[in-house]
C-alpha cells in the first residue's frame, strides 16, 4: 500500500511554564511548543500522525528546518513508498538529508516514521505497542522535572510532585553549579523514598563531574545523566570508573554508531532513550534493543513533546519495560493540546492507549485554531 499524500501543519501551543537549561530557556512563553504535524494519507484513506518538536537549544534543529526539510525533501522522496516499509523509508530519508554523528535531522524524520508506525497500525488495527512485540508495562510512571534556582524552590516544587503522586524527580544541575549540590540534596530530602538523578546536560569540566559525581553518590544518587560534553568520550569512561552510580548518556546518544562505538570503548553503562532525538521509532527501538543485549540501562526521557511525541514514547518505554519513571515532561509545561479528549494520566503514570496505531484522535479544528 503506497503513500498518496504528505501535509504538514506547524502549529503553536501555549505553555504554561518554562525550563530553563545550561544554555538559557528551552522556549520562552511568547514562542510557546512549536510543533510541525505530520499527516500521511495512503492510497486507501487511512491516515497516522507524527510531529516534530524541536527544542533549539537542546540540539540544532528548529520548527522552521523540520518545515523545510519535510516539505522540501523528506515528503517529496516518501510520495508512492510502501507505507509497511519503514526501513526503506528512512533509507531514503537519509539519501535526502545524510546522516552523521547522529541520524542527520533526525527530529524532522521522527514526524515522518512516527506517521508511519501509526498509520501501518491503524490499518491493522493493533495498538503501537503491540507492533512493537512485548507488553512488558500497560502503564508509564512520570517524572517530574524540577528546574529550581534555590534549595528551597526545589524542595517546594518536589514536595508539591509528591502530593500530586509522583514517584520520580528529575533534577537540571549545571546552571547554578554552586548550589547543584544543595539542590539534588533537597530533593532526595523532601522525597527519600522516589527515584531522583541529576541531569547536567553536558555542563560539567571532567573535574567538576568527578567532584559532583562524589557529592551525589554520598546522597545515595544511582544516575548520574550526561555529566560531560557529549564528545567527550575520555571523561565518560573515567567517571564510570570512579563513581558506582550509572552514568546515563543523553546528547551524546543520539545515533547508534556513536553508541556502538562507546561500549566498545567501555565508556557507557546507561542511555537515555528519547524517540525524537534519533529519528523516530524504526532508531529508538533498535537503540532499545542494542541496549538490553548490551547490559545498558534504559531511562526514558524526550523533549517536553506535545501529545503525538508524548504517546509514541509512552508506547516504546512500555513495551521495553522501563519501570523507573520517565522524563516525559510536555504535560508540564504545555498548557492547550490537540487531542479531541485529553491523554489518559492516573496518578502521574500515563496509561498505554489501545487504540490502534497511537490510540490518540487528533482534533483538526485545534489544529487550525494553534496554526502558526
Ligand atoms: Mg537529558
Given at each position: 500500500m503506497k503513500i498518496e499524500r504528505i501535509e504538514v501543519f506547524p502549529v503553536r501551543l501555549p505553555m504554561k511554564a518554562v525550563l530553563t537549561l545550561p544554555r538559557g530557556p528551552s522556549r520562552t512563553l511568547d514562542e510557546g511548543k512549536r510543533v510541525a504535524l505530520v499527516k500521511i494519507t495512503d492510497a486507501d484513506g487511512n491516515v497516522g500522525w507524527g510531529e516534530s518538536g524541536p527544542s533549539r537549544r537542546w540540539s540544532a534543529e528548529t520548527l522552521e528546518s523540520c518545515l523545510t526539510s519535510i516539505r522540501e525533501y523528506l515528503a517529496p522522496a516518501l510520495?508512492?513508498?510502501?507505507?509497511?516499509d519503514i526501513a526503506g523509508a528512512h533509507a531514503k530519508m537519509n539519501t535526502e538529508l545524510a546522516t552523521g554523528?547522529?541520524?542527520?535531522?533526525p527530529i524532522a524524520k521522527c514526524a515522518i516514521d512516527v506517521a508511519l508506525h501509526d498509520l501501518v497500525c491503524r490499518r491493522l488495527g493493533i495498538p503501537l505497542q503491540a507492533w512493537l512485540g512485548a507488553?512488558?508495562?500497560d502503564r508509564v510512571k512520570l517524572a517530574r522535572l524540577v528546574s529550581a534556582a534555590t534549595p528551597e524552590d526545589a524542595a517546594r516544587i518536589t514536595k508539591q510532585g509528591l502530593a500530586e503522586g509522583y514517584e520520580g524527580f528529575k533534577v537540571k544541575v549545571g546552571h547554578h553549579k554552586a548550589i547543584d549540590a544543595e539542590l539534588v540534596k533537597a530533593v532526595k530530602e523532601a522525597a527519600p523514598d522516589s527515584y531522583v538523578w541529576p541531569d547536567a546536560n553536558q555542563a560539567y569540566s571532567l573535574e567538576e563531574a568527578m567532584r559532583m559525581a562524589k557529592t551525589f553518590e554520598k546522597l545515595g544518587v544511582t544516575l548520574f545523566e550526561?555529566?560531560?560534553?557529549?564528545?567527550d568520550f575520555y571523561g565518560m569512561r573515567k567517571l564510570l570508573s570512579a563513581t558506582s552510580m550509572t552514568i546515563a548518556l543523553d546528547e551524546a546518544a543520539m545515533g547508534i554508531p556513536l553508541v556502538v562505538e562507546l561500549i566498545r570503548r567501555e565508556a557507557v553503562e546507561g542511555l537515555a532513550i528519547k524517540v525524537s532525538k534519533v529519528g523516530g521509532i524504526h532508531y529508538a527501538r533498535q537503540m532499545c534493543d542494542l541496549a538490553l543485549n548490551a547490559g545498558l540501562k534504559l531511562i526514558g526521557s524526550g523533549l517536553q513533546d506535545a501529545p503525538i511525541g508524548f504517546a509514541a514514547s509512552v508506547h516504546l518505554f512500555a513495551a521495553y519495560g522501563i519501570a523507573e519513571p520517565v522524563d516525559l515532561n510536555g504535560p508540564q509545561f504545555?498548557?492547550?493540546?490537540?487531542?479531541?479528549t485529553p491523554f489518559p494520566v492516573e496518578r502521574q503514570a500515563a496509561l498505554v492507549p489501545t487504540?490502534?496505531?497511537?490510540?490518540i484522535e487528533i482534533d483538526e479544528t485545534k489544529i487550525t485554531r494553534y496554526a502558526l
Open positions: 510520495i508512492r513508498h510502501d507505507v509497511f554523528l547522529d541520524p542527520g535531522q507488553k512488558r508495562l550526561q555529566p560531560v560534553p557529549m564528545t504545555i498548557a492547550e493540546d490537540y487531542l479531541k487504540g490502534p496505531g497511537l490510540g
